[in-house]
């Protein structure tokens, strides 16, 4: 469904992509392992086209076309969705609205269920504003229903760098496997190695480049051994 060719990216003289290549395939839920800093989030921002982010080389090809030099809302329309690494906040869009947009309107109950599979009870949530009166972890929570109702073909899931609390995690993963059931792709992007147990394929990221594709056990088992070790400090920001 997804292929990335040799993508690079250089931002004021330095390297931030370097030569990476990456396939996600249809119905697969595909984890990116990296360490924060090694370009996992600009990875995630090339491939929807956000940030005014176009790769300096390679090809971003998606269902068989080059959507490199495509817009963000032109990828949208092909079926791509990106989960931001800090959720969205709108002020004065209620929940329910939110969730029923996502859906293209598809009615209160898909909204009430697509909350219900991220852990939300509907009748405490949809009627409250997308703001900050919201915890960060109920926001993405929201965020995951929101993708949830899309059914995207290709969901694009960054999780944050602090990470994600222990009493969201269950129903975030399981919103996630919900999804893939669903019929979408998920390239799930992560620093956490116990976050990609649910995915059938890791890639492990370092200095934009990445080193190594496997089984999510063995790649779980290596980024603990090798890069939670590493002493290396690697350039490329996020």
């Known amino acids: 469904?997804?292929?990335?060719?040799?993508?690079?990216?250089?931002?004021?003289?330095?390297?931030?992509?370097?030569?990476?290549?990456?396939?996600?395939?249809?119905?697969?839920?595909?984890g990116l392992l990296g360490e924060n800093g090694t370009g996992k989030t600009t990875i995630g921002c090339l491939i929807m086209g956000v940030n005014n982010y176009k790769p300096t080389a390679g090809r971003i090809v998606f269902e068989g076309q080059d959507i490199a030099a495509l817009s963000v809302s032109q990828r949208a329309k092909r079926g791509i969705s990106l989960a931001w690494q800090e959720p969205a906040r709108i002020e004065g869009l209620r929940v329910r609205d939110y969730l029923e947009l996502s859906s293209n309107n598809s009615g209160i109950e898909r909204a009430e269920h697509c909350l219900?599979?991220?852990?939300?009870?509907?009748?405490?949530?949809?009627?409250?504003?997308?703001?900050?009166?919201?915890?960060?972890?109920?926001?993405?929570?929201?965020?995951?229903?929101?993708?949830?109702?899309?059914?995207?073909?290709?969901?694009?899931?960054?999780?944050?760098?602090?990470?994600?609390?222990?009493?969201?995690?269950?129903?975030?993963?399981?919103?996630?496997?919900?999804?893939?059931?669903?019929?979408?792709?998920?390239?799930l992007i992560t620093h956490n190695e116990n976050v990609v147990k649910?995915?059938?394929?890791?890639?492990?990221?370092?200095?934009?480049?990445?080193?190594?594709?496997?089984?999510?056990?063995?790649?779980?088992?290596?980024?603990?051994?090798?890069c939670r070790k590493c002493l290396h400090i690697n350039e490329p920001r996020e």
């Open 1 to 30: 469904m997804l292929r990335v060719e040799n993508l690079q990216l250089r931002l004021n003289g330095k390297s931030i992509i370097d030569d990476l290549s990456l396939q996600v395939n249809k119905g697969e839920i595909h």
């Open 116 to 187: 219900r599979m991220v852990g939300l009870e509907p009748a405490q949530y949809l009627d409250r504003d997308v703001d900050t009166t919201l915890s960060g972890g109920e926001r993405k929570r929201i965020e995951l229903a929101s993708v949830l109702a899309m059914q995207p073909k290709l969901a694009i899931l960054d999780e944050p760098d602090s990470g994600i609390d222990i009493i969201a995690l269950p129903f975030i993963l399981n919103s996630i496997v919900e999804m893939n059931k669903q019929g979408s792709s998920v390239l």
């Open 198 to 226: 649910i995915a059938h394929r890791v890639s492990v990221l370092c200095a934009g480049k990445i080193i190594r594709t496997g089984e999510p056990a063995d790649m779980s088992l290596w980024f603990k051994d090798n």
